[in-house]
């Protein structure tokens, strides 16, 4: 008897991305994974612009297997007075897109910035870009640039001196084009202005960690009953670098995480996105262990690899090349896959910038031929772990 496959996906941003949907069927994907990114945070996703990207995933012999993302507006993630508006439109865009026959939905519930990276084009050894973490310059920026109240206290002896010695040779165009990164966030999403910023840090500082958490639950809790007559599954995305930066908490980074998740909402809607890349990033997690506590609840996956310095700087490196041991993710993940009824979707998560994509302009991470180079290895390993 054949052993079940993972089911294989690409993130794809839509008509505008560079990467066409004639590209990701040659890479050997068969489901999409995209957004209507068009539509503001908070806004309902309206079902026949869900059917017109539907229908154009499907022209192209491919499937619409995973929503990333529904963004959460900040005013859920605050517990601000309009809440209860955004808590309502989200609930009819997850109605919606039932509707319309799309089921998995991934998204996050990390304050004010989706994703952080001090530098999106770091050259390889081998001539390609990675995108990459250093934590002098976060600080840098944190201390010099954004200017943050009391920043200093949150970095060691070490990177403080590194700042000191970076600040000194730092032209003011230098200093833009790191703002610029790290305040990107989600590729497609306007770029957020350093007083935006400052404000949001002075919320989610009044907020804190505990209030975090306690509003994510709160968020469940009022979709959970759309979500399950509807057969939504929910798949929250681990927060992205696993550990708090700019005075802003962090509440899905770790194993004791998970298990304030799994408690604080205990039913089968309330899934998660298993990111080994950003979960790797923090070398203190045990990544089998967490998918071990999660499992049940993995709906769907983001594989990538990362190389982490003696500091805890790091960057993204090819997905079979790094911390994080994919020969035994990829194991544990396909155990769990042979006891679903459907296979579980992944995908290759970010890329190196290599060969034609170094002169196109792409999305941060979500070239062409780095996913591709990427998903053919994941497909090898998965494979050769199957035995066929």
Known sequence: MSKQKLEQTWRWYGPNDSV???????AGATGIVSALH??????VWPVADILERKKTIEAAGLVWSVVESVPVHESIKTKSEDAAKYIENYKQTLSNLAECGIFTVCYNFMPVLDWTRTDLAYEMKDGSKALYFNWSDLALFDIHILKREGAQQDYNEIILKEVEQKIATLSEDDKKALAQNILMGIPTEKEILLEDLTASIEIYKNIGTEGLRNNLIWFLNEIAETCES???????????????ILGLPRIVSNYENYQALLKGVDKSFNGFCYCTGSLGANPNNDLLAIFELIKDRVYFTHLRNVQIDEIG?????DHLDGNVNMYNVMKAILEENQKRNQPIPFRPDHGHQMLDDLSKVTNPGY???????GLAELRGLELGILGS
């Open 313 to 317: 700087n790091f960057y993204e490196s």
């Open 367 to 373: 070239s062409a031929i780095g996913r591709l180079r």
């Open 38 to 43: 068009y539509i503001p945070h908070g806004e």
């Open 230 to 244: 509807a057969g939504i599954k929910m798949t929250i995305h681990p927060d992205d670098p696993p550990f708090p």
């Open 20 to 26: 066409s949907l004639s590209d990701v069927k040659q």
